[in-house]
């Protein structure tokens, strides 16, 4: 009988995500994560212009499973053994969060490097961080954040440490504000470096900001998704490929049927890209 149970909401967890009813439902939500958050307490301590001593001793401990927030999923630490991870964490600890290559330097509170699994074979990359990872340094744990989540765990039956999630920029914009085109060059380098690590058999764009940096182009996102398209990060390796979807910020305000099932299709030609089972297929 629970067997039965369990295949029933599983059942119904993907007729939901499929738009038969709905992407799993956080609240009912009216505005989202980067757009909605109200100004975080103050956190403890300003970045460093310079990686302290005892980040450089401890970036495993620092770089991930970092603050716990509630609903949303921890990270384990990154394993410097690992040599893709090691270099994850070096380029975080000893580059980004001492980072002042932009103005965002002078407002953000932490960077957000990002987090997930060294050798992920799916990457989601987003705009920039919002109120509340800027508040964290973890990538996507707002509201937003929390679809998303429910997109990994719920409909694809994966973790946060399945994936690997970060954003274009490391660094929030002043109240939220969209990424100027100087701020993406400069950041750009550092996502680069982070894809060509990690090597994901695709990436998934989060809105038009994030594919359109990626993808340098103009078009819209209603343009840009729906399709494959290839992402040459190095001339001799093979492309990349790239699917893009909304973000889940906009999901959160349109929250139709329609949208919901537009996602779901584009992140299951992810999954059977990646070579992630697709549930229920
Ligand atoms: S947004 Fe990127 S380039 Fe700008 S300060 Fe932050 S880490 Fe450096």
């Known amino acids: 009988m629970g067997s039965i149970r369990k295949q029933l909401r599983q059942r119904l967890e993907l007729e939901r995500l499929s738009g038969a009813d709905s992407l799993p439902r956080l609240n009912r939500l009216g505005t989202a994560s980067r757009e909605a958050n109200p100004e975080p307490a103050p956190v403890d301590a300003e970045p460093s212009p310079d990686p302290s001593p005892a980040q450089r001793q401890a970036p495993a401990a620092a770089a991930q499973g970092g603050d716990q927030i509630a609903g949303i999923e921890t990270v384990p630490p990154l394993d410097p053994a690992d040599d893709t991870a090691a270099q994850l964490l070096a380029m975080d600890v000893d580059e980004v969060r001492g980072c002042t290559k932009c103005p965002l330097a002078r407002t953000r509170r932490k960077t957000v490097f990002g987090e997930g699994s060294p050798h992920a074979s799916l990457v989601f990359v987003g705009e920039a961080p919002g109120a509340d990872e800027d508040a964290h340094g973890r990538p996507f744990v707002g509201r937003a954040g929390k679809l998303l989540e429910d997109i990994i765990v719920k409909g694809m039956r994966l973790s946060r440490h399945d994936v690997f999630i970060c954003n274009v920029l490391k660094c ?84 139709t049927r329609d949208a919901r099932a537009k996602v779901w299709d584009d992140i299951q030609k992810a999954m059977k890209i990646a070579g992630i089972p697709v549930p229920g297929k």
């Open 172 to 255: 929030r914009p002043p109240d939220n504000r969209t990424p100027q085109p100087d701020e993406v060059a400069a950041c750009s380098p550092f996502l680069w470096r982070q894809l060509s690590l990690i090597d994901p058999r695709v990436i998934v764009c989060l809105g038009a900001s994030a594919a359109q940096a990626l993808l340098k182009t103009t078009e819209p996102i209603g343009r840009l998704r729906g399709l494959v398209h290839n992402l040459q990060l190095d001339p001799m390796a093979p492309p990349i490929p790239t699917i893009c979807t909304y973000h889940p910020a906009y999901l959160l305000r349109n929250y």
